[in-house]
Nanobody, 120 residues
Framework: QVQLVESGGGLAQPGGSLRLSCAAS????????MSWARQAPGKGLEWVSG????????YYADSVKGRFTISRDNAKNTVYLQMNSLKPEDTALYYC?????????????WGQGTQVTVSS
């Protein structure tokens, strides 16, 4: 069955960095786009970043553009989110999600999330 397991979250200081990983299994990873989304306490879900199946296209929310970088290693069935220059407003539960195609469309599977807290 499809599994998405996020890791790498934790506590970071403002201006610091974290790298999130999402290990995928149960499907042909290289055939599907992947995305990261987040949900802060009391707020709705925000799409953060996405990447095509072959890595040829990426997108970023305006709130993270220039600070976050998404990448994937299709040999390792893993998608990453490098987060630099973290701000307190980046505090949220971060989820990875599998698209149902090679590009950004609907999302059919989600991980359990990894908590990121940015605080001094």
């Amino acid at each position: 069955q499809v599994q998405l397991v996020e890791s790498g979250g934790g506590l970071a200081q403002p201006g610091g960095s974290l790298r999130l990983s999402c290990a995928a299994s149960g499907f042909t990873f290289k055939s599907y786009a992947m995305s990261w989304a987040r949900q802060a306490p009391g707020k709705g879900l925000e799409w953060v970043s996405g990447i095509y199946s072959d890595g040829s296209d990426t997108y970023y929310a305006d709130s993270v553009k220039g600070r976050f970088t998404i990448s994937r290693d299709n040999a390792k069935n893993t998608v990453y989110l490098q987060m630099n220059s973290l701000k307190p407003e980046d505090t949220a539960l971060y989820y990875c999600a599998k698209a149902d195609s090679s590009w950004y469309g609907s999302y059919d599977y989600w991980g359990q999330g990894t908590q990121v807290t940015v605080s001094s």
